[in-house]
Antibody
């Protein structure tokens, strides 16, 4: 059974940093491209970032470019999202997802990030 | 990276069919067959219902179908059931090597 379990969310002050993790199991993580998608409270889904299976290729939404960094450790079957210079508008549930045919497929249950003073 | 355009809400009675549209541009929906649809119930993670415009993952009911014409993709749900009531999102691969989602459509089963 595919499982994606996010962790690392919490309350952080504006300008602060947070690192999210996504532990994967039940599929060949090292062969899968992965995504981060977020959803602000009561709002829609917004794509954040994507990383290739070997970590050599990454892409970001304009709204997070230069502030967020996606990475992975295939030996640990774990995906990461390093978030710096956080803003109130980054408040959201962050989901990790495996990719199928260029787009998110299996999704984790999400972790809530709240940026507030 | 403008969001794809979906109707905010649609509704239908049990047993009826509904269609949700998803309009993009030639740089996303119209340019690729990488269009997916997701179902999200309140407080839950999204679930993939359709990928590559019209393909259903294993386990998804054949009451769900997808299509595309030009820059507009569509999700049709036939034989509406109470459990279909949820939010639905489309997404597409984009020419900038990014992914774009629609704003979401709330489906109400009357």
């Amino acid at each position: 059974e595919v499982q994606l379990v996010e962790s690392g969310g919490g309350l952080v002050q504006p300008g602060g940093s947070l690192r999210l993790s996504c532990a994967a199991s039940g599929f060949t993580f090292s062969s899968s491209w992965m995504h981060w998608v977020r959803q602000a409270p009561g709002k829609g889904l917004v794509w954040v970032s994507r990383i290739s299976s070997d970590g050599s290729s990454t892409s970001y939404a304009e709204s997070v470019k230069g502030r967020f960094t996606i990475s992975r450790d295939n030996a640990k079957n774990t995906l990461y999202l390093q978030m710096n210079s956080l803003r109130a508008e980054d408040t959201a549930v962050y989901y990790c997802a495996s990719q199928m045919r260029a787009l998110p497929f299996y999704w984790g249950q999400g972790t809530l990030v709240t940026v507030s003073s | 990276q403008s969001a794809l355009t979906q109707p905010a809400s649609v509704s239908g009675s049990p047993g009826q069919s509904i269609t949700i549209s998803c309009t993009g541009t030639s740089s996303d929906v119209g340019g690729y067959n990488y269009v997916s649809w997701y179902q999200q119930h309140p407080g839950k993670a999204p679930k993939l219902m359709i990928y590559e415009v019209s393909n259903r993952p294993s386990g998804v009911s054949n009451r769900f179908s997808g299509s595309k014409s030009g820059n507009t993709a569509s999700l049709t749900i036939s034989g509406l059931q109470a459990e279909d009531e949820a939010d639905y999102y489309c997404s597409s691969y984009s020419s900038t090597s990014t992914v774009v989602f629609g704003g979401g459509t709330k489906l109400t089963v009357l």
